[in-house]
């Protein structure tokens, strides 16, 4: 019924039948763990990440080489383009034999090459045990069906719901994150971060109605904002200052990190009014 009046709907109303039949355990996507990824997977084996839009892996592989104590010396990483092939290739033989990890980026955006890479996958017969090859592509039906057998494939897709969102961004932050400025209000301004990040991201799934131009908000803006706070609290703490400078928290953030993604005069002033509803002294009120 729902598939004939209202197409648009039909996700959520599927959804909204699993948790009723079983429960929402089965709809929420678990984050990524990139360690298990790694365990999982071999010297002949790429690592294919299907990308949804406002995702990068980037960083936790980063993050991943290391944990995994491989060396930023032995990463190589390269945005796929116009007359990048060369380039990878001679990138991917040269690790296979050294033991590196290679990351080709955005595959999708030079497929006419990637027949070539499957000939130079398949060419690669005896790599050094070390070697991983990490591919990363938004979903294109031209990628070869040869490479994506032999691979490991991971999917990445946006958390569903304000409350997955936030948790998600918690998972990528450790308890040394969380402790790295001794004011008492660090912790509540990195929530409200975390909630603000999540409402961005989240108005995305309403079309034209949640913002007039597509903008791809991700985790670096969560990240440098991140810093941003804990850079501020720590020069308020410094210089023994009794009110946070809010202002210049929420120029910053709305204006120049965030907001530097912003085209359009509408959203950003979408965005500034968040800033001003959840960036204030308010937030440590008693009630």
Known sequence: MVRIFRPDRVINAIKNFIIERMNDYYVKSPPINYTKIFEQSTEKTPIVFILSPGADPFS????????????????????????????????????????????????????????????????????DKNF?????????????????????KVVTEPPDGLGQNIKSSYTKLTEEDLNEVPNKEFKSLIYVLSFTHAVLQERKKFGKIGWNVTYDFNESDFKISFKLISLYLNKALANNEEDLPWDTLRYLIGEAMY??????????RVLNTYLKEYLGNFIFDTN
């Open 60 to 127: 936790d592989v980063q993050k991943l080489v290391e944990q995994v104590g491989i060396g930023m010396n032995k990463f190589r990483f390269l945005a796929l383009g116009q007359g990048m092939g060369d380039t990878a290739k001679q990138y991917i033989e040269s690790g296979a034999m050294r033991g590196h990890w290679v990351m080709l980026q955005n595959c999708h955006l030079l497929v006419s090459w990637l027949k070539k890479l499957e000939a130079i996958i398949e060419n690669i017969t005896k790599p």
């Open 132 to 152: 991983r090859l990490w591919l990363t592509t938004a979903p294109s039906d031209r990628f070869p069906l040869g490479i994506l057998q032999k691979s490991l």
């Open 259 to 268: 907001g530097g993604r912003v085209t359009d005069d509408c959203d950003r």
